[in-house]
């Protein structure tokens, strides 16, 4: 029985180290795609223009990964939360929603941006895409968001969108305050994270001028990826 056990855990072992394998040498060769950003920045509708193209497994906010691997954690920059375990079964669980013939990852989720060292960590060949609004407008999008009520107390949210690091004592502000911080942190952690090393991964777009001119805008950022998108959808631009 236990030489049965023992077998079974030593084959688990061996398949978890091969999945990890394939994981590491997959992204390495297809280096994946993170839009990042505040929330009601924009994120999804760059998320959706660039989700035609053929190559990409498009994932959509998978905070969930986060969570079955580290917990609910104390915010979602999980400070403490954060070990050699949980970051392998994130790249695993990345890993597993590729699709066959779709090698590279597009995933956006603005929870992201304040955790943007651990996914380098995670993922060393990772490119981003930082699409930036004006914090007045996104202000203004959070507040209305707010309003939204949770069906389960019938009561509205006493927080929304990214959990940004300190938000409990935050919890009892204005709204108006509230939705400033949340742009705002979101931002500097995306600065923090920018050095010599990171800064070439980044691609800044302005949310602005990606609306103003769309076809312009998204043509630098097409050819900066390598990336083609299908001509009906970019001539409907």
């Keep these: 029985f236990f030489k049965v056990m023992n077998n079974n855990r030593i084959r688990r072992y061996y398949r978890h180290i091969k999945n990890v394998f394939l994981a590491k040498q997959h992204f390495k060769k297809y280096p994946p795609i993170f839009i990042i950003g505040s929330p009601r920045s924009s994120t999804s509708l760059l998320f959706h223009l660039l989700s035609s193209w053929p190559k990409f497994s498009n994932v959509f906010e ?59 960590k995670i993922f060393p060949k990772a490119r981003f895409i930082h699409i930036v609004r004006d914090g007045r407008d996104v202000t203004t999008s959070i507040k209305k968001m707010w309003g939204v009520i949770d069906k389960r107390t019938d009561t509205e949210y006493n927080w929304i969108h990214t959990r940004i690091p300190g938000y409990q004592s935050f919890s009892d502000k204005p709204v108006h305050v509230k939705a400033a911080l949340i742009w705002k942190i979101s931002l500097e952690y995306i600065e923090k994270f920018l050095d010599k090393k990171t800064k070439k991964k980044i691609y800044v777009i302005k949310y602005e001028n990606l609306v103003k001119i769309p076809k312009k805008e998204l043509s630098k950022l097409l050819k900066y990826f390598n990336i083609m998108l299908e001509k009906e959808l970019f001539d409907s631009l």
Aim: aromatic share 16%.
């Design 62 to 120: 998978p905070w969930k990964i986060w969570r079955r691997a580290l917990g609910v954690g104390i915010d979602d920059s999980y400070p403490e939360e954060f070990n050699l375990i949980g970051k392998y079964k994130i790249l695993i669980n990345y890993y597993e929603l590729i699709q066959k013939n779709q090698p590279f990852l597009l995933t956006k989720d603005p929870r992201d941006s304040v955790r943007l060292e651990y996914i380098n």
